[in-house]
């Protein structure tokens, strides 16, 4: 085994100190504890999946196909599975042997197949299969579940490790290969590929095969399939908006000004984009994140159709993913931060070269207030959940450390890093070297470190300034960065004098305030003062339950009639949120009936934890109502919520 000066021969001896106890026993990457394959032992060529799609059974049923290269002797191949009915094996065509062992939760059920294998020895293994009712990745909507209640659908969600339920495989962000696709459907058919062709199928009639290929190596979270009633329409000379054609004109007209312009941005900054076509396909709304960034077909969340465009920076923040994410990979989720805090910082690089760099820093405000609002809903698990480099090793479902910690401590990292360097200048010929240098590979936290020294090796002395513990590996919020306040200071003055006269005055208050307060607000605007607002409540004395602050909310929903009429996801959830704090009792069944129009687990899962500490019957009959429309990750994790397991 290599010593650590050895494997990170570039990191100052004062870094190499602080990574000392946590640096990995071999070399990196980290071996991935998200997985019970035996994944080290081989190497994937390509990777098929031929399945046919029934709507009738719920299932997906057929196979997947792997060319595999062995790298050291084995007496059988492991790969992950959970909820899966696999009805054979066969190797080079020959059938073998194999057994679906116990579940290990969470691991799911290993898949071992009985092949011993020599070093460099290449070989075909197919396992046929079929998904069942328990699959975590797949969601199968009826037709009363759509936007145009016209036929079901049905889409995936892989991401963290519920690849395994959709198709054995080695499920880990650690392996990549090629993918070729072959899904047969009687509807539309979109996958993380590029499509080649669409035929009737020979042996099922009524149905489509739909063949597709990604050329660039993915790994297994980043497999999709999405079939329904779908169409599309251009939003830029490389990419195309899909949606059910009730909603088509809608989502065309959100994108079309803006996706080219984040494409050239974020060339201009990394490097050519790789993948040919950057599509978006606007789902139904159990969708439970704002996007997937699934290759050449970025899944969506329909609450980014808002009418103002003023949620697409979502798309800047996905497309980032083509690079930070999909080309260069966390080789564990351990490591999240990778993917997720160098994409929100793409992101806004994105947004500071379109708009203006006061723009950027006013995202990154906004960002940092999400945090702490994170941090402080994780209550004891903030311990372990805040920390930058995450601890699974235990056995901790890779979901429940998922937050917005990843996404802002990550970001806000690379900004400091920017910073102490000497601004973007400095730091920028760094971006296209980390990118070009790794690009489909799969990396841990200690070889982003290791490259950077190695690329700043004569300023190590002004990285070595940088709090690399509290930043890396401590619980709760860093150091905070420096931002441009320009953008936000209109809102805090406006909620700095609603708090002053609520408190002091409240019988001017309805003499003090007009909708021309809000009228030049910009969406982003009004989530920072209504987000201003609620973390304002127990400063100095002041709760917006007191009689004045219960009156103050009353008078603003009247004066501010906007906010209770938005069609604007973000804008209303936050409306919401000071409501339910003030303890605003009409506004507990609205927020309950809301909860039945959206999936997006950023909303729907901080709206049960507010309506469970106001009204639990409610927040537990309003689940039950409409729970079987949420995905199943969004079911999971709002049952932990809840306290229901």
């Known amino acids: ?273 790789e993948w040919r076509t950057y599509n978006v396909l606007i789902l139904p709304q159990s969708m439970p994140f704002g996007g997937m960034e699934h290759p050449n077909c970025t899944f969506a969340t329909p609450t980014l159709i808002s009418g103002d465009r003023e949620n697409v920076d979502v798309i800047a923040h996905e497309l980032a993913h083509s690079w930070s994410g999909n080309l260069i990979t966390n080789c564990s989720f351990e490591h999240f931060w990778l993917n997720e805090g160098w994409t929100v910082y793409l992101e806004r690089r994105i947004v500071g070269k379109i708009h203006g760099e006061k723009f950027r820093h006013f995202s990154s405000i906004i960002g940092w207030t999400d945090m702490v609002n994170s941090i402080e809903a994780m209550g004891d698990t903030a311990k372990r959940f805040s920390t930058l480099i995450q601890d699974l090793k235990d056995g901790t479902d890779a979901d429940d450390s998922f937050s917005t910690v990843p996404y802002e401590k990550g970001s806000n990292l690379l900004f400091t890093i920017e910073k102490v360097l000497g601004g973007k200048d400095r730091f920028d010929p760094f971006i296209k070297h980390y990118f070009s240098k790794y690009k489909y590979k799969s990396v841990d936290s200690y070889q982003f470190l290791d490259t950077l020294y190695g690329f700043y090796e004569n300023q190590k002395d002004l990285l070595d300034s940088i709090d690399w513990q509290t930043w890396l590996f401590e619980p709760g919020l860093p150091p905070k960065p420096r931002f441009d306040t320009q953008l936000v200071d209109e809102c805090y003055s406006l909620a700095s004098k609603w708090i002053d006269i609520a408190s002091n005055h409240p019988d001017k208050l309805i003499s003090s305030f007009s909708p021309s307060d809000i009228e030049s607000f910009s969406s982003n605007q009004n989530l920072v003062f209504l987000d201003t607002l609620v973390g304002s409540d127990g400063e100095n004395g002041f709760s917006w339950q007191s009689e004045s602050g219960v009156k103050a909310i009353g008078i603003m929903g009247d004066v501010y009639s906007k906010y209770q009429k938005s069609q604007n996801a973000e804008v209303l959830f936050r409306w919401f949120r000071l409501q339910l704090t003030g303890r605003i009792r009409p506004a507990y069944q609205r927020l309950a009936d809301w909860l039945g129009t959206v999936g997006r687990m950023k909303f729907v899962r901080p709206s049960y934890v507010l309506l469970n500490k106001v009204d639990r019957d409610l927040a537990l009959r309003t689940f039950k109502k409409w729970e079987s429309g949420y995905h199943p990750i969004c079911r999971a994790m709002v049952k932990k919520d809840l306290g229901l397991n």
């Open 1 to 273: 085994m290599s010593t650590a000066s050895e494997r990170y021969p570039n990191i100052s001896p004062h870094l190499a100190k602080i990574l000392g106890p946590h640096l990995p026993r071999d070399p990196s990457p980290e071996a991935d504890p998200s997985t019970i394959s035996n994944y080290v032992n081989f190497k994937i060529n390509k990777s098929t999946l031929d399945l046919d799609v029934s709507f009738d059974k719920k299932r997906l049923i057929g196979s997947v196909s792997f060319d595999l290269e062995t790298l050291k002797a084995v007496p059988n191949v492991v790969l992950d599975s959970s909820f899966l009915n696999v009805k054979k094996v066969t190797v080079n065509g020959n059938e073998t042997d194999f057994s679906v062992k116990p579940r290990e939760e969470p691991y799911g059920s290993p898949l071992v197949i009985d092949f011993p294998s020599k070093p460099r020895e290449s070989f075909a293994l197919t396992v046929y299969y079929e998904t069942t009712g328990k699959c975590t990745a797949l969601q199968w909507l009826e037709p009363a579940e759509t936007d145009g209640h016209k036929l079901p659908y049905l889409f995936s969600q892989c991401e963290p490790t519920h690849a395994r339920s959709f198709f054995p495989c080695f499920d880990t962000p650690s392996v990549k290969s090629p993918f070729i696709y072959h899904i047969t459907s009687p509807f539309a058919v979109l996958v993380s590929g590029l499509p080649v062709d669409k035929q009737p199928s020979k042996t099922k009639p009524k149905k489509f095969l739909y063949r597709f290929e990604q050329p660039v190596p993915i790994p297994s979270y980043l497999v999709s399939i999405a079939s329904g009633d779908i169409v599309g329409k251009p939003i830029g000379p490389r990419s195309t908006v899909y949606s059910e054609p009730s909603f088509i004109d809608k989502c065309q007209y959100e994108f079309e000004d803006d996706t080219e312009k984040f494409i050239e941005a974020a060339e201009s900054l990394v490097f050519e984009y």
